[in-house]
């Protein structure tokens, strides 16, 4: 993938469009980078349209200026959009990605497809009790990178990933992570329960890893349940269930897009 950077903002992404088709949208997990998405790109080129993008802080977007911050990533994605001529697309978002393609859709529903969440929850509806268990599990991790980054990439790709071969990618993103990308972070929580809770527009599709820690089950059933959603609950995966187990990912995303398609076209 080329590297690509957006004027006057830190952002770096990457593209491919290759088809003559609708667009898909993939923004990665904390701590990595777009990397994390490699077999998504390949097994998609020149079947959809595709767009990665470096979250502020991570793998190549950190040449951040005054007044850069996490909360602009929206507006950043949008302005790709706009130099691109992208009219809409399909997202697709894994743990902290599932946080960004919804607060884009919350800001630019047309331009919205389809939205599929794994190993997220729903930004506009979060319960504040497993915001704060949430929040200080994060603060553990975090201590850990006080010490060394490798240390803290150690016990983080045990917890997002769970092949070998997965949390060896894992890991060897991780560790490019910089401390300093910590205060980015932060302007997250900026991001939940803002917009009403609303009846959306296009197709959700909530999912994650049968070896995601137990909450992250918890909410992802809760969460189709509310909505009436497609949910996949993939076998033999963990948080990060694109990295574990792509071939299942893949199709579980080919089958959500062809319903989606079916959907619009019985409206």
């Not at 990595?32 to 080129?45: A, H, I, L, N």
């Not at 769970?162 to 910089?178: D, G, H, L, S, V």
Request: with cysteine.
């Amino acid at each position: 993938m080329k590297t690509l950077y957006l004027e006057n903002s830190p952002i770096a992404y990457y593209i491919d469009d290759t088809a003559d088709k609708e667009w898909v949208v993939f923004i990665h997990a904390a701590f990595v980078d777009s990397r994390m998405f490699k077999t998504q790109f390949e097994y998609f080129s020149g079947k959809y349209n595709l767009l990665a993008v470096d979250i502020i802080g991570h793998g190549n977007s950190i040449r951040t200026g005054k007044g850069d911050c996490i909360e602009k990533t929206s507006g950043w994605i949008n302005d790709i959009f706009q130099k691109h001529n992208i009219q809409s697309a399909h997202f697709v978002g894994v743990s902290l990605g599932a946080v960004f393609i919804q607060d884009f859709a919350n800001k630019y529903e047309s331009k919205v497809l389809s939205l599929a969440c794994f190993g997220g929850y729903d930004i506009n509806n979060f319960d504040t009790k497993r915001q704060k268990a949430n929040s200080k599990g994060q603060l553990q991790m975090m201590l850990k990178s006080l010490f060394s980054i490798k240390w803290f990439a150690k016990a983080n790709k045990k917890i997002s990933a769970f092949t070998a071969e997965a949390q060896t990618e894992f890991y060897n993103m991780n560790i490019r992570f910089k401390k300093s990308s910590f205060m980015y972070l932060a302007g997250l929580q900026k991001l939940v329960n803002k917009y009403p809770k609303k009846n959306r527009k296009y197709e959700l599709l909530v999912g994650c890893g049968e070896h995601d820690i137990p909450m992250e089950i918890e909410i992802v059933n809760e969460w189709a349940e509310s909505e009436n959603c497609a949910k996949a609950i993939l076998q033999g995966a963990g948080h990060c269930a694109n990295m574990d187990v792509p071939g299942k990912f893949n199709a579980c995303l080919e089958n959500f897009w062809q319903k989606c398609r079916a959907v619009e076209s019985d409206m």
